[in-house]
Structures are given as structure tokens and as C-alpha cells.
């Protein structure tokens, strides 16, 4: 699934941008389809996969009336994987590139969160909850393997996942140059389920055991220049930066909007922190849009 804004066909009608949002069932489809909404989409929700070709050809017999469609899929389609496939395909003989944004979150919250609503999940027949959860997770395996856009919505309410939306979408109009996010954590936390990318800085000294630097974190003058003077630091950035040029090129070949650097060290207050920053700078001077976020800093 490359993913392109919508083009234009020389001497032919609009082809309209589209974006697909699905993912599991209770992880925020519908917030997501509501942002985009507010942001002067047109959403289509619940749209059988097999209708998606129709709703382009609408699109763009209207001349670029209706020039960004998202429209919501989900396994309520018999077959769904299947069906979009096909519907991909569809789209892009036609010249659509749609992107597909899928959303997600843990076993633990999608069971919270059905049962605080006292509704059950799609997929669960006379099973529980989570053996529902654990259809759908199989269901949609490839689909979210070859996502253009995870979100995880397992920490996030309704307006910080609003938020994420906004922020990937909400000044994009006619834009394809790649966003980066660069994710600082702990592996004690476990690691991020939406990152593209997994950088492991625990192999520099932890400047947890120096008393000094204990209580500061990565952002903190002293910390960061201690982890950046360590044996094999300023080589692993180097070297990694120009991996990351790579990818961000081929990316860019292949239309890709979205890439999700994560950066871990133990508990992700001190080496993780101090390298993702260094990644954040490096990649905004090679022409990225980049936004850093440090997961786990304070949760100690």
C-alpha cells in the first residue's frame, strides 16, 4: 500500500485523497473519523470494502468537490481482508493511493473499555471478550503489517487521541514529505507497539548509578553530556543517522507519510531520553518534520 495525496490525472477529473482507518475493535475508530471530520473531511462510516472504488468514482465525478474522503472499515465485513484487498486494488488502477491509518491498543484496555460500555465485542459469539479481541488480532495481522499509520490508544483519552490526529493530518493538504516521531522509552515498560523502528541505547553506561545524575533526566545539560562523552556514543549516532537517511529516502520513494523511531535504554529517563533528542536534531536537519516524545519520563 504506497501511499500518495491524491494526484491528478492529466485532462482527467480530481482523483480524491482517501484514507482508511480501521484497527481493533474499541481502540478509537470513531474519534479518529470524528477528527478528521472536524477537519473538513468527508467520513464514511462502516463503508463495506467493496464499495470503496464506488465512492472514489463519486468522488471524482464531483470535480474536486469532495477532494479528502476517510472512510471506516472493520471486520463487521464477512470477508474483510479479502474484500480490501481487492478494494485496494481497485483504487489504484484508478489512481488513488489511499493510506491506511490503523488504530490500536492492548488486550487489557479494549476489555476495560468494552465492559465499561456493557457491549460486546464483534468477534467473541458465546466466547469472552478477549477471545473476540483474539480473532480480530488475527484477522487484522496483515492489515496492520502493512499500515501506513499505527496509533496506539492504550494511554491516550479521547481528546489526546484527537490530538495525534490533528497533529498528522491537520496542516497537510497537498504535503507527501515524510513526518518522523522519535520515541524515547523503557524497556521495563515494554515496548511502543506502534514504533516503525527500535534503537537499543543500553549498551552506554547508565548514568543511574552515578548519585549525581540519578534524579536528572536525559534533557538535563549533565546527563546528556555524559551519555553523549561515552565510548561508541557520537560512532552509534553517526552511524545511525545515515541508516536513517537511507530509509527516509526509500520511504520517500515509496510514498510513505509516517515513520516512528523508538529509542529505549532501561527505564527511559537517562540514555534513551539524551539519544532520542540527538535523533530528533539530526533528523529535522536532514528536512524532516520531526516531533520527539519521551513515553516513560517521570513514570519512576
Not at 475508530?29 to 473531511?41: F, G, P
Not at 492492548?106 to 473476540?132: A, K, N, T, W
Amino acid at each position: 500500500m504506497k501511499p500518495t495525496t491524491g494526484a491528478n490525472l492529466p485532462g482527467g477529473p480530481q482523483v480524491p485523497d482517501i484514507v482508511i482507518i480501521t484497527g481493533m475493535s474499541g481502540a478509537g475508530r470513531s474519534t479518529a473519523a470524528k477528527s478528521l471530520e472536524d477537519l473538513d473531511w468527508f467520513v464514511v462510516d462502516n463503508l463495506p470494502p467493496g464499495l470503496l472504488a464506488t465512492m472514489a468514482d463519486l468522488a471524482q465525478r464531483g470535480q474536486g468537490a469532495v477532494p479528502r474522503i476517510a472512510v471506516v472499515v472493520d471486520v463487521r465485513s464477512r470477508a474483510f481482508t479479502t474484500d480490501l484487498q481487492s478494494a485496494f486494488d481497485d483504487l489504484e488502477a484508478r489512481g488513488a493511493h489511499p493510506r491506511v491509518v490503523f488504530l490500536e491498543a492492548s488486550d487489557d484496555v479494549l476489555v476495560r473499555r468494552f465492559e465499561s460500555v456493557r457491549r460486546p465485542h464483534p468477534l467473541q459469539g458465546d466466547g469472552r471478550i478477549v477471545d473476540g479481541i483474539a480473532r480480530e488480532r488475527e484477522l487484522l495481522r496483515d492489515v496492520r503489517a502493512e499500515a501506513d499509520l499505527v496509533l496506539d490508544s492504550s494511554a491516550l483519552n479521547v481528546h489526546e487521541l484527537r490530538a495525534k490526529i490533528v497533529e498528522f493530518f491537520g496542516g497537510e493538504a497537498g504535503e507527501s514529505s515524510l513526518r518522523a516521531t522519535v520515541v524515547s522509552f523503557g524497556y521495563k515498560y515494554g515496548l511502543p507497539v506502534d514504533a516503525d523502528l527500535v534503537v537499543d541505547c543500553r549498551f552506554l553506561p547508565n548514568p543511574h548509578w552515578i548519585p549525581e545524575l540519578r534524579p536528572q533526566n536525559g534533557r538535563d545539560p549533565a546527563v546528556r553530556d555524559y551519555v553523549l562523552s561515552r565510548p561508541g556514543a557520537k560512532e552509534f549516532l553517526d552511524a545511525y543517522t545515515e541508516v536513517l537517511r537511507l530509509l527516509a529516502e526509500g520511504y520517500e520513494r515509496e510514498g510513505k507519510h509516517y515513520v516512528t523511531l523508538a529509542v529505549g535504554c532501561t527505564g527511559g529517563k537517562h540514555r534513551s531520553v539524551a539519544m532520542a533528542e540527538q535523533f530528533g536534531a539530526r533528523l529535522a536537519d536532514e528536512g524532516l518534520e520531526v516531533r520527539v516524545v519521551h513515553r516513560d519520563l517521570g513514570r519512576e
